[in-house]
Structures are given as structure tokens and as C-alpha cells.
């Protein structure tokens, strides 16, 4: 796969409010079949398909809240 910019266009299909970008890690391993992502406000590890939900979630959001 290509790993060029994956956040960027999973975080554009998103369409509900996204806070907290700057605490997501993009992990790209060569060998992987898709790359992992660490939100270091939650410490939570997702693939792509999950970072979308944990992004929109209710503990995410409510984390970032606490943290500013």
C-alpha cells in the first residue's frame, strides 16, 4: 500500500468534529499491511478503520477537554 499521507485521508472522510490531531501517531512499518496509530492523550493503539471511532468518541473527546 501507499503509505503516503493514510491520516490525512482517513481524517478528511471523517465528517464529525475532530479534536485532538496533534496527540495521534502515525506508526508506518514497511512490512505491516496497513499502519498503526497511537493516540498518546488516550494511550490507545488503533488501525485505520478504529481511529476513525476512537477519534469521534466521547472518551477521546472528553480527554482532550481535560488536557487544555
Known amino acids: 500500500y501507499n503509505h503516503a499521507a493514510n491520516f490525512q485521508f482517513i481524517v478528511t472522510k471523517i465528517e464529525k468534529p475532530l479534536v485532538g490531531l496533534d496527540f495521534v501517531i502515525e506508526i508506518l512499518d514497511p512490512s505491516a499491511r496497513f499502519p498503526l496509530y497511537v493516540c498518546v492523550l488516550c494511550?490507545?493503539?488503533c488501525d485505520?478503520?478504529?481511529?476513525?471511532?476512537?477519534?469521534?468518541?466521547?472518551?477521546?473527546?472528553?480527554?482532550y477537554l481535560v488536557s487544555s
Open 43 to 45: 494511550d490507545k493503539t
Open 48 to 63: 485505520p478503520k478504529s481511529i476513525c471511532f476512537h477519534l469521534i468518541s466521547h472518551n477521546h473527546h472528553a480527554a
